[in-house]
């Protein structure tokens, strides 16, 4: 399906768009631009629509949202860290 291909592509996008917040947050050792609430919801959200195209029969979708998710999960996680060791 063309759908399939064209959503990979998007995503792709997406994973090409966060590497460089995720470095800028390791190199700064702090991730102050975004809340906790919208790392966690953009997480959980693309971790739904990765099982929707699973459930679609959208392989190439499922595994590039699946990898979005993931680099969200590394943003999230980085919030976290970073605030423990602000706090301390």
């Given at each position: 399906m063309w759908q399939d291909v064209v959503l990979t592509l998007i995503n792709f996008g997406f994973v090409v768009t966060v590497i460089p917040a995720i470095v800028r947050n390791y190199q700064k050792k702090e991730a102050e631009s975004q809340s906790l609430s919208m790392y966690m919801a953009t997480s959980l959200l693309l971790t739904v629509m990765a099982y929707v195209f699973f459930?679609?029969?959208?392989?190439?979708?499922?595994?590039?949202?699946?990898?979005?998710?993931?680099?969200?999960?590394?943003?999230?996680?980085?919030?976290?860290?970073?605030?423990?060791?602000?706090?301390?």
């Open positions: 459930t679609l029969d959208l392989p190439l979708s499922c595994i590039s949202t699946a990898l979005t998710g993931v680099m969200w999960y590394l943003l999230t996680m980085q919030k976290l860290h970073y605030s423990r060791m602000k706090r301390k």
